[in-house]
């Protein structure tokens, strides 16, 4: 509100859009105008990709893995093969299914939205990934491999929640959220041991541990950046990185059982 206070000042009907008041329009010299009133979110800062770093790591666990909770899946009978449960996925002390993300340091940064779509799959009565993470407004397709029905029923706390069933061979749901969230839950109304994550990012700087425990985060502009790692059971830890030109440095995080 504050940097816009000189307009109100100087000159109203020119803030009020009435161009035949010239020489309120000619009061408002350069000189006269604040450097910084911005009318709506910053432009973006283009990243030059010749200075552009990377971070790269890998997160595990310590200690012994929970042993892995198997699923009855009998109340469908279109429901087959096996299945356990995806809440911790441990292999060697890997941590799968990690949500890294740079938390803080890119400011007031705009960033495009990207075009392509990221998939997520229904098939074994699973969800095809366990976590994923997309860019805020960002198109999620849906899609039902399965010869079952599937309801998807997203959970929100800063998103608009709905659910909406999906017939085996139905067309893809084209779906976004608006806002950025993290491990946002997703659900199936008619599987109760189906349940997913999705993690809405402002920036396109986030990736998801694989079995490996890995991840790569490519691209950044040189900064001082916090990187939060995030897992569905074992909650959020952050890491501090500072960023130089060309960087590539190494994060590992390491979560407690
Ligand atoms: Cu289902």
Request: charged content about 20%; some cysteine; proline content about 9%.
């Amino acid at each position: 509100m504050k940097t816009r206070t000189w307009i109100t000042g100087t000159c109203l009907p020119a803030a009020l859009g009435l161009a035949l008041l010239a020489g309120c329009g000619k009061k408002e010299s350069a000189e006269e105008q604040p450097p910084a009133a911005p009318a709506s979110a910053p432009a973006a800062a283009p990243i030059d990709p010749a200075t552009a770093a990377v971070v790269v790591g890998v997160v595990k666990l310590d200690g012994a893995a929970p042993k892995a909770a198997k699923i009855d899946m009998s109340q469908d009978p279109a429901c087959k093969g096996a299945n356990v449960a995806e809440n911790v996925v441990v292999s060697d002390g890997h941590l799968a299914n990690v949500f890294v993300y740079v938390k803080e340091g890119l400011g007031n940064r705009a960033f495009d939205v990207p075009k392509e779509a990221i998939k997520l799959d229904q098939s074994g009565c699973r969800y095809h990934p366990h976590v994923m993470g997309v860019v805020a407004g960002q198109t999620i397709s849906i899609i039902n491999s399965d010869p079952t029905t599937h309801n998807i029923h997203p959970t929100p706390k800063d998103n608009r929640e709905w659910n909406e069933s999906q017939p085996p061979k139905a067309a893809a749901l084209e779906k976004s959220f608006a806002r950025e969230e993290i491990m946002l839950p997703v659900k199936c109304n008619q599987h109760p041991w189906m349940r997913m994550f999705v993690n809405v990012s402002k920036s396109p700087f986030f990736a998801v541990t694989g079995p490996d425990g890995k991840f790569e985060i490519k691209g950044l502009p040189p900064g001082d950046y916090t990187i939060a790692f995030v897992h569905e059971k074992f909650g959020e830890q952050t890491q501090k990185v500072t960023l130089a030109a060309k960087d590539s440095k190494t994060v590992d995080a390491m979560f407690k059982p």
